[in-house]
Every structure is written in structure tokens, then in C-alpha cells.
């Protein structure tokens, strides 16, 4: 099964993020693209079958959250995460980042604060300020190659805060967090009255034997504070089908949730979207076995890789998801002059560590969900605009 990874699938022009908008991203169109979280993989056979099947229905009017949805998240998060949950407590949402911003406009009011821990999936960042609330940053610290979470930091900061974002597990730097680091996070919020929104997109995507372990379902108080964004997007490669949910366990944030995503017209679900999760949950579970098993191996090829090619270049750990995030800062170079040597020089589109935060200045983030041929392709064009033949 593995071997259907390896296929590489031209996806140049088919209106993709990823291969079509390349000149104007990077300013060429000839770099490698490793940057936006999508996977260059076509999702299980279920889901193509599942869509297949609807397409040929021919009508394709409003849909509604029936009963085949709900059940196929419920057993979904009791399979794969031993999350019991009731399917009242689920809202579908078109993605986490629109989910995110129904959540900062139900909860806060302009120039509330809410906590990030940059470097994080910057989006969060965009999403607070664009709503006139205030971002309250509790920078993850790097300690031994690792990130970990400042909570005496943290403690001070939940007093400025009315909700926190905590990216589970956390992109870009590939943490997923421990029971003892969600528990403190829950109770310093619990301290201090901030609604913990739990970013959980990347759940799925977590290599053994690191285990992701829902914020909500750590207890009842836990789960009475919270709302967890959820998605088969990553997991499955459905990110262009709006497929997102919200989980809320507490009867009266879930009102107050599907009250502002009404208001907000954000409430109404993708036809093909819901096909494709179904199928995906309900039948996907051994191809995403299989998926772990080659980004894994994805990540170890990068890892020697970078270790023997390029060693001024530092590999983090990669506990979840599949975003590599590599320090550059042996280099030396600014961030303008790094951006260049890998644009202009190597020619392999990543994003920019600087996006996340100025915590991630020097680095960058890797995609590494795509054939390996392709991951090879990418990294020997890095070494060889780094570490040239004449030096
Ligand atoms: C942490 C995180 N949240 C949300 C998203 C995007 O979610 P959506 O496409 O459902 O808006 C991403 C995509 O990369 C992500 O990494």
C-alpha cells in the first residue's frame, strides 16, 4: 500500500494553492513547492468512490448534518483518540479558521486579549487582529532541540486574555503535547477564566509512540471550558472540501457558538464535503496507518539527509504532523538573504519561519506529505545552493 505514495500526481493547473500560485508567491514558478499544508497525495480510494457516487446523483442542492455525519465523527474520536462524545456537541464549521473566527467574535469583545504561543500557524495571529482584538503571545521556549511550553509565562499572561488558541498538535514546531503540559494549560486557564479553543486539525497526523490526547477529553472541567476545532482535512488531503467541525461539550458555549456561526451564514455544510468525511472516517482508517508509515519514513530520509548533507542545518523532532521546522540559523544570514538563497538559489518554496512569529526567524517550514522522489528532489537542490561544490 505504501507504494501509492510514491506516485507523483501532476497537479499544475488545477487551480491548486500549492503548484498554480507559484510566480506570485515566490516571485518564480520554477521552485520545487513544500510550503502550504496540503499533501500531494490523492485521498483514499473510499472517499474518490464515495464523491464519485454523489457526483452522479446529478442534483446537487443545500445538505444538511445527517445522521451518517454525526455518527462517523462519534466513532471517529472514539477509534482513533478514546474521546467519548455526543454528537450534539458538534457544529460543522467550512474550516478551523473560519470556526476561529466565529469563536473570537462569540467570545470576545474588541480589545480582549487572546493567548497564541507563537511560533504558530499564523492565521491565529491574523484572526485575532483582524477582529480589532488583541494578541497575547506566551512564546514556546526552546530548550535541548525541543520546544516547551513557559508556563509561569503563561500564567501571567491568561490574566490579559479572555480565550487562548492552543494549536494541538502544534504547527509548525511538530509538538505534541504531553497529558501533564494540557492539564497545567487547562488549569491556568480555568484559573483565570480563558475558554481554551483547541486547534486540533493535526490530531491524526501523529507518529508512535507519541499519542494526541484531546484537550477536552482530559476531564469534565476541561471539557466544560473548551471548544476543540477539528477537521478530516489534513488527515485525508480534503482541504478544498470544507470540511471542518467544531466539538463544544458545554450545552451553553455550543448556543453561543452555533448562534454567532448563524449569524455569521458560516453554518451551512459542503455537499461533497460531507460525502467525503463519511467515507473518509468511516473507511480510511488503514490508509492513514499506511500515510503515517511513509511520513515517517518521509521524515527520517530528511533527517539523515540534512544531518549528512547539510549539517549546518538543524532538524527538530517531528512528533505530529507533516511540517518539518528546520533552523537555519547556522547560516548566519538575515532573514531577506536566507528567504533568497532558498527561493532564488535553491529554488524550493518552504515558508518562511518569520511568518509564525519573530520566534521563527531563521527557520523554516517544510512540507514533507509528498512522494519521496519529489522530498529527494527538494533537498538536494537546498544542499546544493548551501553547500556548494567549490567551497
Ligand atoms: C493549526 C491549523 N489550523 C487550521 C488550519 C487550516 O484549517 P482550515 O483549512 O480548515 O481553515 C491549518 C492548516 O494548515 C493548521 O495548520
Same mark, same amino acid.
Given at each position: ?5 510514491? =506516485? ?9 494553492? &500549492? ?13 520545487? %513547492? /513544500?510550503?502550504?499544508?496540503? !499533501? ?5 480510494? #473510499?472517499? @474518490?468512490?464515495? =464523491? $464519485?457516487?454523489? +457526483? ?8 444538511? &448534518? ?27 464549521? %467550512? ?60 500564567? @501571567?499572561?491568561?490574566?490579559? #486574555? ?54 477536552? *477529553? ?15 482535512? &489534513? ?24 448562534? /454567532? *456561526?448563524?449569524?455569521? *451564514? ?7 464535503? *460531507? ?19 511513509? =511520513? ?14 547539510? %549539517?549546518?542545518?538543524?532538524?527538530? %523532532? ?22 533568497? $538563497? ?23 517550514? !517544510? ?7 519529489? $522530498? ?5 537542490? =537546498?544542499?546544493?545552493?548551501? +553547500?556548494?561544490?567549490?567551497?
Amino acid at each position: 500500500m505504501l507504494e501509492e505514495f510514491d =506516485l507523483v500526481i501532476d497537479r499544475v493547473n488545477t487551480a491548486t494553492s &500549492k503548484w498554480d500560485t507559484l510566480a506570485t508567491r515566490f516571485g518564480r514558478d520554477d521552485v520545487l %513547492p /513544500m510550503w502550504v499544508a496540503d !499533501m500531494d497525495f490523492a485521498s483514499p480510494r #473510499a472517499v @474518490q468512490d464515495a =464523491l $464519485l457516487r454523489r +457526483v452522479q446523483h446529478g442534483v446537487y442542492g443545500y445538505t444538511v &448534518k445527517s445522521q451518517a455525519y454525526t455518527d462517523s465523527i462519534v466513532s471517529w474520536m472514539g477509534r482513533r483518540h478514546g474521546w467519548a462524545i455526543d454528537g450534539s456537541w458538534i457544529v460543522p464549521a %467550512p474550516g478551523v479558521v473560519p470556526a476561529l473566527a466565529v469563536i473570537v467574535q462569540a467570545f470576545t469583545q474588541p480589545g480582549d486579549g487572546v493567548l497564541i504561543q507563537p511560533p504558530v500557524y499564523h492565521p491565529f495571529k491574523r484572526t485575532i487582529e483582524s477582529w480589532g482584538r488583541r494578541v497575547v503571545e506566551n512564546p514556546l521556549v526552546e530548550r535541548d532541540g525541543r520546544y516547551e511550553v513557559d508556563f509561569d509565562d503563561l500564567e @501571567q499572561k491568561a490574566r490579559q #486574555a479572555k480565550v487562548m488558541f492552543l494549536c494541538s498538535p502544534h504547527n509548525p514546531v511538530g509538538r505534541v503535547w504531553h497529558e501533564d503540559e494540557l492539564r497545567r494549560i487547562g488549569e491556568i486557564c480555568l484559573r483565570h477564566q480563558v475558554l481554551v479553543v483547541a486547534d486540533e486539525i493535526h490530531a491524526d497526523l501523529v507518529f508512535a509512540p507519541h499519542r494526541h490526547i484531546p484537550f477536552a *477529553s482530559l476531564s469534565e472541567r476541561f471539557a466544560a471550558n473548551s471548544i476543540t476545532c477539528a477537521a478530516p482535512s &489534513k488527515t485525508f488531503n480534503l482541504a478544498g472540501l470544507n470540511t471542518a467541525y467544531v466539538v463544544a461539550p458545554n450545552a451553553a458555549i455550543q448556543a453561543r457558538y452555533a448562534a /454567532m *456561526s448563524a449569524k455569521a *451564514s458560516m453554518a451551512e455544510l459542503n455537499v461533497f464535503g *460531507s460525502e467525503a468525511m463519511i467515507a473518509a472516517y468511516n473507511e480510511g482508517e488503514a490508509w492513514l496507518d499506511a500515510l503515517l508509515l511513509y =511520513l515517517k519514513e518521509n521524515f527520517n530520509y530528511l533527517q539523515s539527509f540534512i544531518e549528512t548533507e547539510i %549539517p549546518a542545518v538543524k532538524v527538530f %523532532p517531528l512528533e505530529g504532523t507533516y511540517l518539518a521546522w528546520l533552523d537555519f540559523r547556522g547560516l548566519e544570514l538575515g532573514v531577506q538573504e536566507l528567504d533568497h $538563497l532558498l527561493v532564488h538559489e535553491a529554488r524550493v518554496g518552504l515558508n518562511e519561519g518569520h511568518l509564525f512569529g519573530r520566534e521563527g526567524e531563521g527557520f523554516q517550514r !517544510m512540507n514533507i506529505a509528498c512522494p519521496r522522489s519529489l $522530498l529527494a528532489e527538494g533537498l538536494t537542490r =537546498l544542499r546544493d545552493a548551501i +553547500v556548494r561544490p567549490s567551497e
